[in-house]
T-cell receptor, first 111, second 115 residues
């Protein structure tokens, strides 16, 4: 069983600040890493995916992966109130769509 | 392009009954996965179907089953319902290419309440 751990929060940041969300996983065989955003009462939607060690940037979002430390993070720059949501970290082996999700971190961006 | 459609959106059942949930994936997507979401356990993988074959299965009892039709539409069934089966059941479709994990597109879910 792959375990994915996230700080449940809530994490509160002021508008314009950087929000840092962290995730650790237990299975060293994990190959693919995903960040999903879930607004209250809505379904999850993919924000970022990362496969290789290092940073991957997409607009205001940066995913960071460190396989040696079994650690993946998501940075949100210039946080906006619309970023307020639960962020889910998910991992899997390449070639499989059976993702293992963390329980999510609830982020609140304060105007 | 239409998204993933799940029906019904809400349903209430009593213990011991069975339930069937339906999922229509995005056109062209051949992979359909099912997840259970509860406040305590979060999102947990149930099973994945690809081209009418179950490709992966999570750690759920045999009361949970599914199938996929030739048009990629999928159904999942839960028999002998228990109170603990109350959850949001999410279907996700993916355009899986070869050995790459595809982006999952989730439907709005079917919220099941077992009384």
């Amino acid at each position: 069983q792959k375990e994915v751990e996230q700080n449940s929060g809530p994490l509160s940041v002021p508008e314009g600040a950087i929000a840092s969300l962290n995730c650790t996983y237990s299975d060293r065989g994990s190959q693919s890493f995903f960040w999903y955003r879930q607004y209250s009462g809505k379904s999850p939607e993919l924000i970022m995916f990362i496969y290789s060690n290092g940073d991957k940037e997409d607009g205001r979002f940066t995913a960071q992966l460190n396989k040696a430390s079994q650690y993946v993070s998501l940075l949100i720059r210039d946080s906006q109130p619309s970023d307020s949501a639960t962020y889910l970290c998910a991992v899997t082996n390449t070639g499989a769509n059976n993702l293992f999700f963390g329980t999510g971190t609830r982020l609140t961006v304060i105007p | 392009k239409a998204g993933v459609t799940q029906t019904p959106r809400y349903l209430i059942k009593t213990r011991g009954q069975q339930v069937t949930l339906s999922c229509s994936p995005i056109s062209g997507h051949r992979s359909v996965s099912w997840y259970q979401q509860t406040p305590g356990q979060g999102l947990q993988f149930l099973f994945e179907y690809f081209s009418e074959t179950q490709r992966n299965k999570g750690n759920f009892p045999g009361r949970f089953s599914g199938r996929q039709f030739s048009n990629s539409r999928s159904e999942m069934n839960v028999s002998t319902l228990e109170l603990g089966d109350s959850a949001l059941y999410l279907c996700a479709s993916s355009f899986t290419r070869g050995d790459a994990t595809g982006e999952l597109f989730f439907g709005e879910g079917s919220r099941l309440t077992v009384l």
